[in-house]
């Protein structure tokens, strides 16, 4: 059966949804297969650096837990502990400024699925609610610090120190971002051999399509 080169890109691209989610976990938009510069997902460590900056520590700590699942390693787990830290330092940096509101707040921001245990309940007093969470922060950070260390401490301890020296260099604000070195807006997700064969072979018939108009 002869089918239109314009009817079997749409039907690569509904498989390329398909495929992306079984082989990655990742979602992948018709955009990204469609005519024109294809999109590329945004990597875990990337949007971690976006939430940084924006102080949406809960989704922070979702991304890099995301990131561990893709790609373990003791520099992974390094990274999920460093956003335990930075959540640490904000919290008492608004508490040294006594801004109590924005620390209420950033306790109920954190009240969400994966970092639930950290606050619990919501609805309590702030100068409570910052001990609660700096209590639940620890408590993590050993937990995470621990499985880091257990990988590889000697390789942990090197990143730690990169940590104190992102602090000394940033002493205001050093929680909303992250070592320069680390560059997490470079660093990908990974994608399985098939998956990108597969968009591979999408390209080409593509470009055969374009070839033919």
């Not at 509101?101 to 910052?130: E, F, I, Y």
């Not at 610090?145 to 604000?173: C, F, I, Q, S, Y």
Request: net charge negative.
């Amino acid at each position: 059966m002869n089918v239109p080169k314009q009817s079997r890109t749409i039907h690569l691209s509904l498989l390329v949804l398909f495929f992306g989610w079984c082989l990655t976990g990742t979602s992948v938009s018709v955009a990204d297969v469609g005519d024109g510069p294809r999109a590329v997902p945004q990597p875990p460590l990337a949007r971690a650096k976006v939430y940084l900056a924006a102080g949406d520590y809960r989704r922070a700590v979702e991304a890099c837990q995301m990131n561990i699942d893709q790609s373990p390693s003791v520099e992974s787990y390094v990274y999920l502990i460093y956003v335990y830290h930075a959540l640490d330092g904000y919290l008492e940096s608004l508490a040294e400024r006594d801004e109590w509101v924005k620390v209420g707040q950033l306790s109920l921001s954190m009240v969400n699925r994966g970092t639930m245990d950290l606050v619990d309940p919501p609805d309590m007093l702030a100068r409570m609610a910052k001990e609660i969470l700096h209590e639940g922060i620890r408590q993590q950070y050993d937990v995470v610090a621990g499985m880091a260390n257990r990988l590889d401490k000697t390789r942990a301890d090197e990143l730690w120190l990169e940590v104190r020296a992102w602090e000394k260099a940033h002493p205001d604000n050093w929680w909303a971002g992250v070592p320069e070195q680390w560059q997490w807006e470079r660093k990908g997700i990974f994608y399985s051999p098939e998956y990108l064969k597969f968009l591979e072979e999408l390209k080409e018939e593509q470009s055969e399509g374009n070839a033919t108009r």
